[in-house]
């Protein structure tokens, strides 16, 4: 049961789950799942429409495609979210937007909460291209592979977690 009183999936369910989708797209569209590859194209199409003289100098805004095609990676993000919001009414835990450890450390603040959530992507999607694949494309995909790159990845991404969850929730909050 969750805090706000649904039921949610086993971990060993959704990470079946994954591994399927996964084992999916290896087998039909011959490329790992990955999030951050559809961000990448959209910001280097609209860097080279705004900017195009600069966008000729960066070697990664460069090497992208020069005409965007809507493809599976394109529609992963937005199904994302879909998928995140079927799950939580059919889970039953749709609820606050602030959950109760936000709550209790940080307060009431959607808007505090809101700009973090843009803050932490904006780091995230930073961080992704600094280490050439995201939290999907390495802890799923690269990892399926038995990439060492993702292996360690992995556990810098668990250290780090580990590290973040304790800074901001120190003193306790659940």
Known sequence: MSSQGGTRWAPEIAGLAIGALETFAMGTAKRPLGVTSAFETAASTLARRLAPQASRVNEFVAKRETTPKIDWEVLLAPGIVLGAFLASRASGTRGSTLPDAWRARFGESRGKRYAAAF????????????????????GISGTMQLAAA???????MGVSAALTAKLLFRGGAR
């Open 119 to 138: 803050c932490g992507g904006a780091l995230m999607m930073f961080g992704a291209r600094l280490g050439k694949g995201c939290t999907s494309g390495h």
């Open 150 to 156: 993702s292996l360690a990845f992995d556990v810098a």
